[in-house]
């Protein structure tokens, strides 16, 4: 028996596993969006303001069933934020000015990251 990959989920026994792209501005705002289920429906996941990629939301029962039946496993959605492209001057305009409004100072990830390699670089010229 061979199980061809499907084009969204993956599974893990009774988990299933697919990856959702976001706008920029909705992880950044918060907000509502819908996922396809196996069941060829859609659920909403509620988007809390500030979600970064890679951040992981279950869907219980929402997963394949066990065969011999009863249990039914969960889905785990994971989200992966946009980068914006093709900007016009305008788009450009207003994130060069959320940029200069302490644009770098609010991105938790890069901030530590940054602090930690200075760290790292103080250590070795010490």
């Known amino acids: 028996l061979t199980i061809k990959p499907h084009p969204l989920f993956k599974r893990d026994g009774d988990m299933l596993y697919c990856q959702v792209p976001i706008p920029m501005t909705k992880a950044t705002l918060g907000g509502q969006i819908e996922v396809p289920t196996i069941e060829g429906k859609r659920a909403r996941i509620k988007i809390p303001e500030g979600t970064q990629s890679g951040r992981q939301f279950r869907l219980k029962g929402k997963g394949?069933?066990?065969?011999?039946?009863?249990?039914?496993?969960?889905?785990?959605?994971?989200?992966?934020?946009?980068?914006?492209?093709?900007?016009?001057?305008?788009?450009?305009?207003?994130l060069e000015e959320f940029a200069k409004e302490g644009g770098d100072k609010?991105?938790?990830?890069?901030?530590?990251?940054?602090?930690?390699?200075?760290?790292l670089w103080d250590d070795l010229t010490e």
């Open 64 to 94: 394949m069933p066990e065969l011999n039946g009863g249990f039914v496993g969960d889905m785990i959605v994971e989200m992966n934020v946009e980068t914006p492209t093709n900007l016009n001057k305008k788009q450009r305009e207003l």
């Open 106 to 119: 609010i991105s938790p990830r890069s901030e530590g990251f940054f602090s930690k390699v200075k760290d």
